[in-house]
């Protein structure tokens, strides 16, 4: 996944001209991903794990993944846990996300249970990524949302639903909505605009999306940047100007500034 875009790119560069773009995509897509590989992460928008985990006799486990949006299902040795219905009753209780743009792993812990020892016998289904849940909009007289999301840029339509419980449809950008239904265009500056037919004006909504968090996409977009000037300079250290004043390089795979935001979202918990 692109973890940021070609206008926001070009805005960072000060480029209006479209004469690189191709370039840019490629530097976009190619430093994405190793970006990811660096965080070992294999998305930071929502998306369903499914765990397969060996029981060591304990009540407490460390998911893989964070932040977690939602917790499917836990079993053990075939045998679903229900979550626990207060903090006295037995079942599981998931830490929740500590609210940080970066987050740490989250423990799930069981009461009146145990992960009994065993190969491969805990699975736990859940989705986890940066996501905003349920967000509250009523679609206003001009038909369209505008969503800001202040911990970073919209990402990834998760799905609209009415406050009854009634999903709406999404359509592709170029298609007008009909009622029940809606397409959304992320914009330049971060956030994304929701529009939906003029039969669903006064709608009271909940809106779903996943986001890149700032810091992250910050990195990836100097990261871009650098590679995009290297080829301006390939291979070279250094150079002299007018014999008075020397431009050093740094030809480092990842420069330490860029490694510095990265380094908060990258998974080191559980092997």
């Known amino acids: 996944m692109d973890l940021t875009t070609l206008d926001v790119v070009k805005d960072w560069l000060s480029i209006?001209?479209?004469?690189?773009?191709?370039?840019?995509?490629?530097?976009?897509?190619?430093?994405?991903?190793a970006a990811l590989n660096y965080l070992q992460r294999p998305s930071l928008t929502?998306?369903?794990?499914?765990?397969?985990?060996?029981?060591?006799?304990?009540?407490?486990?460390?998911?893989r993944n964070w932040p977690v949006v939602t917790l499917t299902s836990l079993s053990i040795n075939g045998t679903n846990i229900p979550p626990a219905s207060s903090?006295?009753?037995?079942?599981?209780?998931?830490?929740?996300?500590?609210?940080?743009?970066?987050?740490?792993?989250q423990e799930?812990?069981?009461?009146?249970?145990?992960?009994?020892?065993?190969?491969?016998?805990?699975?736990?289904i859940y989705d986890a990524g940066y996501a905003l849940l349920n967000q509250s909009f009523t679609i206003p007289?001009?038909?369209?949302?505008?969503?800001?999301?202040?911990?970073?840029?919209?990402?990834q339509d998760d799905g609209i639903k009415t406050t009854t419980g009634i999903s709406f449809t999404a359509v592709a950008q170029n298609i007008s909505p009909a009622q029940g239904q809606y397409?959304?265009?992320?914009?330049?500056?971060?956030?994304?605009?929701y529009t939906?037919?003029?039969?669903?004006?006064?709608?009271?909504?909940?809106?779903?999306?996943?986001?890149?968090?700032?810091?992250?996409e910050n990195g990836v977009i100097e990261w871009v940047g650098e590679r995009y000037r290297y080829k301006q300079r390939i291979g070279q250290r250094s150079k002299s100007v007018g014999g008075t004043e020397t431009t050093s390089y740094n030809l480092a795979g990842m420069p330490d500034y860029i490694q510095q935001m990265l380094d908060g979202y990258k998974k080191f918990l559980p092997v």
Do not use: H, K
């Open 46 to 63: 929502r998306a369903t794990y499914t765990e397969l985990r060996d029981g060591v006799n304990n009540q407490r486990m460390v998911l």
């Open 108 to 124: 799930l812990t069981l009461r009146g249970y145990t992960y009994c020892r065993g190969s491969s016998n805990v699975q736990i």
């Open 196 to 216: 939906f037919n003029a039969a669903d004006i006064g709608t009271s909504l909940l809106i779903s999306y996943s986001f890149i968090p700032a810091t992250l």
């Open 141 to 155: 007289s001009g038909a369209a949302i505008t969503t800001q999301c202040v911990l970073g840029t919209w990402a």
């Open 183 to 193: 397409n959304v265009v992320p914009g330049l500056d971060g956030a994304a605009t």
């Open 16 to 33: 209006t001209s479209g004469d690189d773009d191709a370039l840019l995509n490629r530097l976009i897509t190619q430093v994405s991903g």
């Open 87 to 105: 903090v006295m009753s037995p079942g599981y209780t998931l830490a929740t996300w500590d609210g940080t743009s970066s987050g740490i792993p």
